[in-house]
């Protein structure tokens, strides 16, 4: 059963809240260099998922491994050891007000990895150069656009050298002429061959670059294949009749 | 010229004496309150529920009982339990406690207003809670807060007349000496009042100097 090239597994996956199941038995394989993308209605559970894979969100029941490895939260280090190995991109960015997007991408390497301020310097400058902030990098996030906050972010993450990285709708808080930027960086990660799992409405950029899409609703995975077979002959009628409402909305 | 060669000669001695035990006492009781008020309002958010509940009860303690019964305890009561201190110390303690007490209240506020999805992304860097409290939360709390804990230390400067009712005789305190010798009340106590105003208006100019300083983009929210 356990996959010695998956990077990522996660097993039965369930979150309630009250009575009402927001994940129910999610189960998730994901292997090296792969784009996993999530789609699904709004409410449907994507955002759950994606927060209990790394246990921002306590899942009530669900076991995840990391390189083949279970991560048992309850063991504080192990927990923090392996968050720093899933980097996390979130909807409105997050970044920390009160630093610059320098220090917000050095603040981890510093903390968390214990890096000289030497190192931590020259990694931070060149992930912020990678998504193309080198020029921005003393300004703080009130003075940056979306786009600009969310490379910062990505940069962020990718300085901590993550295993995987989990994106949680990037680009959904952004104004339309600003998600391309951040589409771009994303596509250019995956051509570096970085491993991730990402929600997203954009059905477009879905069917461009994802190696598989898992399609959510209710908190259930309703169904997993590849882009062809997702947009051109889904299993269930749900699918087809969510791909459709989605491809008529924002075209393709 | 009678008058002038006694202000001068008992007046204004009496006066800077006092003024120097008030400065005495407003400095250190200001500067533990803030501490006191910094780690009980953490508490008091992210503590566990049962010291979460144990910091509650500090404050309503200490907000709730008059400041002067406050002294007269640390003071006249816990020579009863063998503790004795010294009117200073003895308000030294009560104004850091009660000012800590208020403070914690700002704290608490400003640690509320900082964006959960900001502790969440801290988490997901692999911080624990307390290197995510001490670098992420608190910078932003403390410039939050620090408009309404100026505002207690501004208080602090005035309810420190408090300490010459256990006999800490500080510029209230050498000020009502002086006016009962002399019944000069209303000359002397203007005298006094004015000194306060100078003190707090001192102290507001430093506040200010301090929330400039601290000024970062995003933080700014006067400029409309």
Redesign the interface.
């Known amino acids: 059963m356990t996959n010695k090239e998956s990077v990522l597994r996660i097993e039965d996956m369930t979150k309630r809240y009250g009575q009402k199941d927001v994940l129910k038995d999610a189960s998730l394989t994901v292997d090296e260099g792969q784009l996993k993308i999530l789609i699904g209605p709004s409410g449907g559970g994507k955002s759950t998922l994606l927060q209990c894979i790394n246990f921002l969100v306590t899942p009530d029941q669900g076991r995840v491994w990391l390189r083949g490895e279970e991560i048992i939260r309850s063991r504080k280090r192990d927990l923090y050891t392996y968050r720093q190995k899933v980097g996390m991109i979130f909807q409105d960015f997050n970044l920390f007000d009160h630093l610059t997007a320098l220090e917000n991408v050095k603040i981890g390497l510093l903390q968390v990895k214990k890096m000289s301020k030497k190192n931590a310097q020259d990694k931070a400058v060149y992930e912020l150069d990678r998504v193309g902030l080198k020029d921005h990098m003393y300004k703080y996030p009130a003075q940056l656009s979306g786009g600009q906050k969310q490379r910062v972010s990505i940069a962020r993450a990718l300085a901590m050298d993550p295993d995987v990285m989990l994106l949680d709708e990037p680009t959904s808080a952004l104004d339309p002429e600003l998600i391309s930027e951040v589409l771009s960086v994303i596509k250019d990660l995956r051509a570096h061959g970085m491993t991730m799992v990402m929600s997203t409405h954009h059905m477009g950029f879905a069917r461009e670059v994802a190696d598989e899409i898992v399609f959510l609703e209710d908190g259930v995975i309703i169904e997993t294949g590849t882009p062809e077979k997702i947009f051109t002959a889904p299993e269930c009628d749900r699918t087809r009749e969510f791909c459709s409402k989605i491809l008529e909305l924002y075209g393709s | 010229m009678e008058e002038l060669f006694f202000i001068q000669h008992e007046v204004m001695p009496a006066l800077l004496r006092g003024l120097l035990i008030s400065v005495e006492l407003i400095i250190p009781s200001a500067l533990c309150g803030i501490v006191i008020g910094v780690v009980v309002g953490v508490l008091r958010v992210f503590g566990h529920p049962l010291v979460v509940r144990l910091a509650n009860t500090y404050v309503l303690i200490f907000r709730g009982f008059p400041l002067v019964v406050q002294l007269f305890i640390w003071y006249f009561g816990l020579p009863h339990l063998g503790i004795y201190l010294s009117p200073f110390v003895a308000s030294v303690v009560g104004f850091s406690l009660c000012s800590g007490a208020y403070h914690s209240e700002y704290v608490r506020g400003a640690l509320l207003s900082i964006?959960r999805?900001?502790l969440?992304?801290?988490?997901?860097?692999?911080?624990?809670k307390l290197?995510m409290i001490f670098?992420?939360v608190l910078?932003?709390a403390f410039?939050r807060a620090l408009p309404g804990c100026g505002n207690e230390i501004i208080y602090l400067i005035k309810y420190s007349s408090l300490a010459y009712m256990i006999t800490c005789i500080e510029l209230t305190g050498e000020g009502k000496i002086i006016a009962s010798e002399t019944f000069k009340y209303t000359e002397i106590f203007l005298i006094v009042g004015a000194v306060y105003l100078v003190l707090t208006t001192i102290a507001s100019w430093m506040l200010r100097r301090v929330e400039n300083r601290l000024r970062?983009?995003?933080?700014d929210h006067y400029a409309m």
């Open positions: 964006k999805g900001q969440l992304a801290a988490q997901s860097l692999g911080f624990t290197q670098s992420v910078p932003q410039r970062l983009p995003g933080f």
